[in-house]
């Protein structure tokens, strides 16, 4: 039987890390979408588009970017045919384009939209009138939200994926559920989205994504950034912390807090900002580019914190348990899960207890104009 209290115990957890800074390696792009594209990025985006989906002719290209968003309509079309060296016989006079097509529909294919998160993210750009192919292993699950179709497809089945990406331009990508091939499942997925001529890639990350992080995986975050890396998409990541919204879970029955943890702290991050965040990356594309986000709360907290919040906002008594590492995993023995799932359970910890979770980052704010959720303000809202 899998309670409450056992999914708190074993406190899974999806990611973890260091450094905390914005990193934004784009050179012509800013956090808050204001800056425009390079000449080189231009051609760049349509020259890609031109060569993966068979259009007829360049000009055809820019405005499938105009209306992906990758190219903006503040940029004016003929600067961007002039910019993509289009003009001419080959293409449209900028007439031809009218300001609706410019101004068009964004289609976006959001996975992970039966979700918390992807769910979240799926109402948002419902919200914004954006387009969209929702994808789940279940179609039947996904939420009704207007301007959205729904399709069945796994990550790791290329034929069902090729289905759920076809013509596809702008994609969300959710990492997928715990599994010992969920690393493989995401190659798949990458590969089919390559191989679709998908234009820009938003990948759900983990903060401090790394070969040699503590957090078992976030490794694996790491190796799928490097595939999409290796692959040639267009991307954006987007690293996230905790889930603060997960952490009232991480308390047993008992309402203890166990974990080896030791004083470490994290600053966890609410998944409406997440979602928020990822809205206004996915609305605007072309403008975060390359870019890789640490997604964090505002402060730092260690779990001693965190229980005192928690006991405060519900009026149970919450207390915080530092295990050494033998109790946590002997604590942890049984589920009878497999080896590399309880590492990933207890490195989640381990994590906290080695710093690479304090990081803290300013581009929840950055991004979309409000300030990071407090774990206060979170609590208070569910
Ligand atoms: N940062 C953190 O603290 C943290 C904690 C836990 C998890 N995570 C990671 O963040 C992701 C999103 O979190 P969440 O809270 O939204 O999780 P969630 O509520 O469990 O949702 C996971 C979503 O991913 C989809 N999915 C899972 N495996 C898939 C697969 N093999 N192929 C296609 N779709 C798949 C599910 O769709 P269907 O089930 O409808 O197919 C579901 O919509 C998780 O999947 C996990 O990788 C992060």
């Known amino acids: 039987m899998r309670g409450r209290s056992r999914e708190a115990h074993r406190g899974t957890v999806d990611h973890p890390a260091a450094g905390g800074a914005l990193r934004h390696p784009g050179s012509n792009a800013g956090p808050a979408g204001a800056l425009s594209l390079s000449e080189t990025t231009v051609k760049t985006h349509v020259a890609r588009i031109f060569a993966k989906r ?15 968003g990758l190219v903006r309509a503040g940029d004016g079309l003929s600067k961007a045919l002039r910019r993509a060296s289009v003009r001419g016989r080959d293409g449209p006079r900028p007439r031809t384009v009218s300001a609706r097509r410019l101004g068009g529909m964004t289609f976006i294919v959001t996975t992970g939209a039966t979700g918390r998160l992807g769910g979240r993210i799926a109402a948002r750009l419902a919200a914004a009138g ?10 039947g699950r996904v939420p009704q939200l207007d301007r959205a179709s729904a399709i069945s497809a796994d990550y790791g089945d290329p034929e ?4 759920a990406l076809d013509k596809a331009t702008t994609v969300l990508f959710v990492s997928a ?25 938003v990948y759900i990350s983990f903060y401090g994504a790394s070969p040699s992080a503590t957090f078992t995986l976030a490794r694996d975050h790491w190796a799928t950034e490097q595939h999409i890396r290796d692959s040639g998409l267009p991307f954006t990541f987007l690293r996230d912390s905790l889930y603060a919204d997960f952490l009232p879970s991480m308390a047993g029955e008992d309402g203890v807090i166990r974990g080896p ?11 409406d900002d997440i979602a928020d965040a ?27 914190e965190v229980a005192a919040t928690l006991s405060r906002a519900t009026g149970r008594t919450v207390t915080y348990h530092p295990e050494t590492l033998e109790e946590a995993y002997e604590s942890r023995r049984v589920y009878g899960a497999p080896d590399w799932q309880v590492d990933a359970w207890v490195s ?4 906290i207890a080695a710093g690479e979770l304090e990081g803290v980052s300013d581009a929840i704010p950055a991004l979309t104009g409000h300030p990071a959720t407090t774990f206060e303000e979170l609590l208070a809202k569910i």
């Open 261 to 271: 943890a030791g004083q470490g702290r994290v600053a966890a991050v609410a998944q």
């Open 130 to 139: 954006a387009e969209q192919r929702l994808v789940s292993r279940a179609a």
């Open 54 to 68: 068979g259009l007829r002719d360049r000009a055809q290209a820019v405005v499938v970017a105009y209306e992906t």
């Open 278 to 304: 990822a809205a206004a990356v996915l609305l605007d594309p072309g403008a975060h580019e390359g870019a890789t986000y640490d997604l964090t709360g505002p402060r730092a907290m260690t779990l001693d």
């Open 160 to 163: 069902a994926m090729r289905r």
């Open 177 to 201: 559920s715990e599994s010992a091939d969920r690393l493989d499942r995401h190659r798949t997925f990458v590969d089919v989205a390559r191989d679709a001529g998908v234009t820009h890639l």
């Open 348 to 351: 989640t910890y381990l994590a």
